[in-house]
């Protein structure tokens, strides 16, 4: 009795937009983008049927259509309600864009030189492919290959999906070849991974899931794990920011099974079959400009796990992205701490395509096992100087650095850590 009063009271209580359903009725078309192609013409082609729901299986036979006539290089069709409500039937919005694919092709392909390492890995050299909106989809297609420190080849895509909830999915798959610093063991790794965002303004929200198998000369290992980030992100500009933060927070679990490098012992000290781990962590970056354009950077970044982890996930710390001024992978821990903090000071006109300047640093980290206190931990320091430059978008920055132990220390890397 008091369940039917309830429903009986929330029903009656609801605003009647919420008892309608939505009607998704094609009552108007509309076509964007053509200038030679006639719109009677266009409509004609696309034989939309006036009168019929405005189902993705429609659309899709709408974009065929189109595409097929071979005048297009794309085709995009939105769905827009008349009304507030939902209920004023839908308009199709045709956005085309004419000449055949075939003849965009040398648009959409892009072909550019890919520089990235560091110490400890070392530098890498390839180069790199991206077929951009081909299939009017908006999708990104890329392929990249390096060689040197790391060897790999990588598949990526991603399609932007502003009509849905989610702004963006994203998948791809790379096959890896390097040198452990700490181990002082080749590496071979394989990674598949798939994903979706939803970025409003500054913010973006991330899930991701994938699977890793790697290879210590012998030794083997694989999990799979599931992630879920948070992201907040004012820079419009990365090397020399203004008054910008950027603040990054994950929870990841691992799936480690008992077959794997390690995973036998964990799973006897988890008292299971197989071992599943949770990693947490926090990125928070703080940007002041103080003088001219110059800039105060300050960068706080921990990583925690919820157990021991296997020995090839460790993190490491003592390079150019931790701690400046100790040699790379020198100690390495089931958690890590780092404090960073640098004044940039830029040597070149902003409005300027390259960037080149003088920096002033000083980083402070430690690793720790798992259950293991801060209280017992070994603090390690670093404080130096360095040049930065970069120009269409490769970076290269060069840091001495002194680790307050009697000692200094070049460190290379390409553009900023944070």
């Known amino acids: 009795m008091i369940a039917v009063l309830l429903s009986t009271l929330l029903f009656a209580g609801a605003p009647t937009s919420l008892c309608l359903q939505e009607d998704a009725t094609i009552i108007e078309v509309r076509v964007h983008g053509n200038y030679e192609t006639p719109d009677s013409e266009i409509l004609r082609l696309a034989d939309v049927p006036v009168g019929a729901e405005a189902t993705d299986d429609v659309l899709d036979s709408i974009r065929r259509r189109l595409m097929g006539s071979g005048r297009f290089a794309s085709v995009r069709i939105l ?231 296997p020995t090839y996930m460790k993190p490491f710390n003592g390079r150019e992205t931790s701690v400046r001024g100790h040699e790379t992978g020198l100690w390495i821990g089931d958690r890590m701490a780092v404090g960073k903090i640098e004044y940039r000071v830029p040597l070149h006109s902003l409005a300027k395509f390259y960037r080149y300047g003088i920096h002033f640093f000083a980083d402070a980290g430690t690793a720790l096992d798992y259950g293991q206190g801060f209280d017992a931990a070994e603090w390690r320091y670093g404080v130096g100087c360095g040049v930065f430059a970069s120009i269409a978008g490769f970076g290269a920055r060069l840091d001495l650095a002194h680790n307050l132990e009697g000692s200094f220390r070049v460190h290379f890397g390409s553009g900023f850590s944070f």
Not at 183 to 199: F, I
């Open 79 to 309: 769905r827009r309600y008349r009304t507030l409500d939902a209920r004023g039937g839908v308009v199709l919005i045709i956005f085309v864009k004419e000449g055949s694919s075939a003849s965009e092709l040398p648009d959409k392909l892009m072909f550019w030189p890919k520089f990235t390492g560091g110490e400890g890995y070392g530098f890498s050299a390839g180069g790199q492919a991206a077929l951009i909106d081909y299939f009017g989809y908006g999708e990104r297609l890329s392929a990249y290959a390096t060689y040197g420190g790391v060897k790999q080849v990588c598949l990526e895509a991603e399609v932007g999906l502003s009509e849905f909830t989610f702004s963006k999915v994203y998948g791809g798959v790379n096959l890896s070849r390097r040198f452990h610093p700490t181990y002082e063991k080749v590496m071979d790794r394989l990674d598949a991974w798939a994903g979706a965002t939803y970025q409003r303004g500054w913010a973006q929200l991330g899930v991701e899931a994938g699977l890793a198998d790697i290879d210590y000369e012998g030794l083997e290992g694989s999990y799979f794990y599931f992630r879920a980030d948070a992201t907040v992100d004012s820079r419009a500009e990365s090397t020399i920011p203004g008054n910008d933060v950027r603040l990054y927070a994950s929870w990841e679990r691992r799936w480690v099974g008992a077959g794997a490098i390690d995973g036998a012992a964990l799973a006897a000290w988890s008292g299971a079959g197989d071992y599943s781990v949770d990693i947490y962590e926090l990125d928070v970056r703080l940007y002041k400009r103080l003088f001219g354009h110059t800039a105060l950077c300050a960068q706080l970044f921990y990583i925690t796990s919820g157990g021991p982890l």
